[in-house]
């Protein structure tokens, strides 16, 4: 396969796609990579493997033949999502004790599941554990799938009043039959540590005005070039997908840091040459290995979210998980890039425990 054809296969395979929910050495090199600390400031996502997966997959690897000639070395820095959430996740529970030993109050995360989906009720687990390792106290509402909307809304009520939870999280997807927007806005804004309420995703877009929440996951992706010391300001940045929950406050939250940004999405034509003139890619598309290497800018930064399972026969589940960027290419290209799994994932949860904690602070004016 010519380049000019993997290119072109990559761009149908993209105009096709919808948006969704997230190692050759250069010596051109923009952006200074550095690893640094600073104060505390899912992906749920999970799609069936299909013939789009093993196709990407069969892309990835034929491309990768191309851009061996140029390169025989991994050269990007790897943003280490896993460690990052742990240096959070150690702030956090730091100042959970001081505000304990102050005022006697420690946080407290409600988390509505409904329905018996495995991914669903993984994610549900795994925020129960974090809560517990950091000292937010976790309160857990199990449904069943034929559930009404009325009695969802109930629980979201108690919440509401309750002093004690200072945060509401209604696991997604939800069944068909209830209306998730209608669920969402019932939760009220000062407990919205999802951050998807209306007027918080409308403060996050105006000048001048701050959110109360941001949506964890995009809030990751900041933070992460945050602590690895990677410029904004100034700099060309472009967010793959427009997703409310990823890609969209992930646009927003860049422009705030003064980036110019672009956007691509499904409808956008020559996404490759757009991207490629980008010092930053946020990718949140959901399509495996989509993004190339020949979309990628020599010495950019790469925030892969995307988390999609592909066939592996030598896998001992039958799959293994990537990004929505062909690893393998840019990784010899780019600065500085997040691995799947272990890169953006990890941050979203240590987002939401962020994101729980200041609104107990909130709640109890305390600094």
């Known amino acids: 396969m010519t380049s000019a054809a993997a290119a072109s296969s990559a761009a149908t395979m993209f105009s096709a796609a919808t948006d969704s929910c997230s190692r050759g050495v250069f010596l051109i090199s923009n952006l200074e990579v550095r690893r640094t600390r600073s104060t505390c ?12 997966a093993r196709a990407a997959a069969s892309l990835c690897s034929s491309s990768s033949m191309i851009n061996a000639a140029m390169a025989t070395e991994a050269s990007a820095k790897v943003i280490d999502g896993k460690s990052v959430a742990k240096e959070i996740r150690e702030e956090i529970a730091t100042e959970i004790s001081r505000m304990k ?8 995360l409600a988390v509505i599941l409904v329905g018996d989906r495995k991914d669903s009720a993984t994610y549900v687990r795994n925020k129960k554990k974090a809560c517990e390792s950091v000292g937010i106290k976790s309160y857990e509402v199990h449904l069943a799938e034929d ?5 969802v809304l109930k629980y979201i009520s108690g919440f509401n009043d ?9 696991q997604l997807p939800l069944p068909s039959h209830m209306n998730e927007q209608n669920v969402l806005n019932s939760v009220c804004i000062e407990k919205d540590v999802d951050g998807f309420n209306p007027l918080n995703i409308g403060r996050l877009a105006m000048r001048d005005r701050e959110p109360l929440f941001v949506p964890c996951t995009p809030k990751g992706c900041i933070e992460l070039l945050h602590r690895y010391g990677v410029p904004i300001k100034g700099k060309r940045a472009v967010v793959i997908g427009r997703s409310n929950i990823v890609g969209m406050p992930a646009a927003l939250l860049l422009q705030r840091e003064d980036a110019t940004v672009s956007v691509v999405h499904s409808r ?5 040459e757009i991207t490629r003139e980008a010092d930053i890619i946020i990718s949140a598309v959901g399509q495996p290995n989509m993004v190339k290497g020949s979309w990628i800018k020599p010495g950019s930064v790469v925030i892969d979210v995307g988390i999609n399972p592909v066939e592996d026969a030598k896998s001992p589940r039958g799959y293994r998980l990537v990004g929505d960027v062909c690893y393998e290419e840019a ?6 890039i997040t691995p799947v799994p272990g890169g953006v994932g990890p941050m979203t949860i240590a987002m939401l425990l962020s994101n729980t904690l200041a609104a107990a602070k909130r709640a109890n004016n305390f600094e």
């Open 41 to 52: 400031a899912f992906l749920r996502t999970s799609k069936t493997i299909n013939n789009h």
């Open 268 to 272: 956008t034509k020559n996404p490759e």
């Open 101 to 108: 030993e102050s005022t006697g109050v420690v946080p407290g």
């Open 147 to 151: 559930t009404s909307e009325q009695e």
């Open 162 to 170: 309750d002093p004690s939870v200072n945060g509401i999280l209604v």
């Open 331 to 336: 990784s010899k290209i780019a600065s500085a």
